[in-house]
């Protein structure tokens, strides 16, 4: 483990935190009091992302999500040295958020099961559930029912997923490529990164809630099922708690592929001098 490698991973975890507390936080918002819509929350997820890069940028590079770091390792260079750390401090943040979020919703969170007839951890209760960690179809829009399951596969579940995610690591490394003359100044980069998610989280979240994050699901999934939840979030109604970490990551490493590809064959059309990941072996 390199030197300085505790104060990125505190940034890493510093900048999990707001996002998932910004993101997460404006579902749950939504969901328990209906006091937000898709594109306040969509809007929300920007701001969290944004905050969350400058937050940390200038320390650890505000990867601020699991998929996103394992894409720059394999892609652009990133010392695979700290992939580990940069994804237990980003797991870490986003669990001490969510736990955060339960902590002052308690009791409002009861009164919404209350008034829904939900019993927390049976069948039905990802309606509350969901204000943590994320399910398909959303439940808000469809219901909890198998007429509901059969709306969207796991297999679409999956793909879905993993093609959101493609699209935000494209734009990540497009946005913050030093080669690319038409991007965002760096100090823009985030806000552009942010409405990127907000544009993603506005088409995708009626399938499944749109994750794009392991730490944005699996953090908060933790703490749903610390809190009663149980089966509802580990293995999940329909058994599928794996999808939204493997498909992001998945989703990520098809984006890098991408953008070194779309690179090779574009940006060297117009940019001479030769980036890291072309110098390696």
């Known amino acids: ?44 997820f920007a701001l969290g992302v944004a905050l969350g890069v400058y937050a940390s940028g200038k320390i650890s590079g505000g990867h601020i999500n699991p998929a996103v770091t394992l894409a720059l390792a394999v892609f652009t260079g990133f010392p695979w040295a700290k992939v580990a750390p940069y994804i237990i401090a980003q797991m870490l943040g986003a669990i001490l958020a969510s736990a955060a979020i339960y902590g002052f919703y308690s009791g409002i969170i009861e009164h919404y099961e209350l008034g829904a007839g939900l019993v927390r951890g049976a069948p039905g209760s990802q309606l509350s559930a969901m204000g943590f960690g994320t399910y398909a179809p959303n439940p808000a829009f469809f219901g909890t029912t198998e007429e509901a399951f059969a709306q969207v596969s796991l297999v679409k579940w999956f793909l879905s997923e993993a093609f959101t995610t493609t699209i935000l690591v494209f734009g990540v490394l497009f946005l913050t490529d030093q080669h690319n003359t038409s991007a965002p100044s760096a100090n823009l980069a985030p806000f552009f990164i942010g409405l990127l998610v907000a544009a993603l989280v506005a088409y995708e979240a009626p399938i499944s809630m749109t994750a794009m994050n392991p730490a944005r699901d699996l953090g908060p999934r933790l703490v749903s099922f610390i809190f009663g939840w149980g089966e509802m979030a580990f293995p999940g109604p329909r058994g599928g708690w794996w999808i939204p970490a493997v498909a992001s990551i998945a989703g990520g490493l098809v984006g890098g592929a991408f953008y070194r590809g779309y690179y090779r064959t574009v940006f060297k059309t117009y940019d001479t001098e030769t980036p890291e990941w072309e110098k390696k072996p």
């Open 1 to 44: 483990m390199e030197k300085g490698i505790v104060p990125e991973m505190v940034a890493e975890g510093i900048g999990t935190f707001i996002l998932v507390l910004f993101g997460v936080g404006s579902v749950a918002v939504s969901v328990w009091t209906g006091g937000l819509s898709l594109w306040p929350v969509s809007m929300m």
